[in-house]
Each structure stands twice: as C-alpha cells, then as structure tokens.
C-alpha cells in the first residue's frame, strides 16, 4: 500500500508548494508525507470500507499542515506587517488592474521603499505561512469531490496547457530547474550539483522561475494584459516572456498537453 501510494504524497506536496513561500523545501515537506503514509497504512483498517488511497490523503494532508505550522516561528510584529503590505497589495492590483510597482506599493503604504523591502526580507526570513487556503474543518471535509463536469474539466484541462507552454518557454536554466525540482522530483541537492551551482542558487533560480511562471499565467489566464516594458528591465523581460507564451499557446496546443481526462500526455 505504502509503494502504491507514494505518488499520491508527491502530487499533495507538489500542490501545497504553490501556497507556500518559495523557500519552504520540498524535502522537508515530502518527509512527512511519506511519514505520515507509513502511519496510515499501519493504522489502516480496510474493513470500514473506505479505500486506502483516500484515508491515507487524510492523514498526509494533516501531516504537510502541521509541517508547515512547526515552520512559522515568525514574531507578531512580523506577521502584522506582512498582511498590512498584503492588504495593500491587494487593494492597488484591483485598482490598477495589475501587480503594484514596490513605490506604489510604499508610498500607500507610508513607508520608504528601503522599509518596505526590510519587511519582504523579514517575512522570507521568517516565512510567514497563509493557511487560509486550506481547509479547516474536520478530516473529513478535506477529502472534496474529484470528479468534474465537462466545462470544469475544459478549463482545467485549458489551465494545465498553459502551464505547459509556460514551462516551455522559460529559459534554459530556468527551464531545466524548474522540470527537474517539480516534474522529476530530484532534491535541490541533486540539482544545484548537475549546474554546478549552491543549493542557495538553485533557489533563487526556482523563485525566478516561479514569479515568471506566475506573471505569465495571471497575464494570459486572466486577460490582465502584457506587463508595461517601460518599467525597466525586469519588467521588460517579463513582456517579453508573456509575449512568448502568447506566441505559443493556442487552444488547440494548450487541449493537446492532456488527454480528455486532464492526464499529461507524454512530450
């Protein structure tokens, strides 16, 4: 049971890392996964009649939650912060109907720029976790209904080829961290020795990876827009990127990364 079900505690880590700050490590999460895998089958009882799969989905899942509540050491200052700039954040994107520069950000905010980027260092630091995102009430509600209707499985299915095209067109090294850390699976240290590169580094290039990732979905999922490029360089980069996936992605490619029940189909 415990072999079987191994790949179900990847794909819920691999979920759960797209809620997280982007230097929480897979590792430590997969750890109590499959930790907690072990206890499930040991502590299974099949003749309650709920499949295997599902009461061991459960107890992973409770296992990632506390994982990541033993990791939130930060202060209550820390935290006030950080949802007040959230809060912020919020507020300009739905303004301006986009991401906030950090000097639009600061000057809502009060605040010099040097202070505003002090507390994104003390929430990386301190790493600060939502966990509103995820389900509250008893083991039980945690286990939702899988099955979509077709409109939900299109768009699902419309969702995936995005982030196929988006993946795609990433560069190189970008590329080949993010395939090898997310669709292989291999540790950071496996990764950073195969670049010849720190662990460190190999973060950084993961959290680079993801915010362009990120933009580049939200501008083409959305309909928000291609980032301004007169904003610098960065920002000019990211135009470009999103331009990329634009000039990639069709509908017909997007459906083409899945099958009709939103499997990923072999490249």
């Known amino acids: 049971m415990i072999r079987d079900n191994m790949a179900l505690v990847g794909h819920m880590v691999r979920e759960m890392l797209f809620k997280v700050p982007p230097h929480v ?48 050491w930060a202060s209550r200052s820390v935290r006030a912060r950080a949802r007040r700039a959230e809060v912020a954040r919020e507020e300009l994107t739905a303004q301006l109907g986009r991401t906030p520069t950090v000097e639009e950000l600061a000057e809502l905010l009060g605040v010099a720029v040097g202070e505003l980027s002090n507390v994104d260092d003390d929430v990386q630091r301190a790493a600060v976790l939502s966990l509103q995102g995820f389900t509250a009430g008893a083991a039980e509600d945690m286990v939702t209904e899988t099955a979509m209707n077709p409109e939900e499985m299109l768009l699902h299915r419309e969702r995936l080829g995005y982030l196929h095209d988006a993946v795609t067109v990433l560069p190189e090294r970008l590329r080949y961290v993010v395939e090898a850390s997310f669709l292989q699976e291999r540790p950071l240290s496996e990764v950073a020795a195969s670049l010849g590169v720190t662990e460190s580094r190999v973060s950084q290039l993961r959290t680079e990876a993801l915010a362009l990732l990120r933009d580049g979905l939200i501008t083409h999922m959305d309909q928000t ?23 990639r992605s069709t509908m017909a490619s997007r459906l083409a990364a899945t099958d009709a029940h939103g499997m990923r189909l072999a490249a």
């Open 225 to 247: 827009g291609a980032p301004d490029p007169k904003d610098g360089c960065v920002a000019r980069r990211r135009a470009a990127y999103t331009a990329q996936i634009a000039a």
């Open 25 to 72: 490590h897979r590792d430590d999460l997969a750890s109590a996964g499959y930790a907690a895998l072990v206890t499930a089958a040991q502590s299974f009882d099949d003749s309650r009649g709920i499949p295997f799969g599902r009461f061991a989905a459960v107890r992973v899942r409770g296992a990632l939650l506390d994982e990541l509540r033993s990791m939130d």
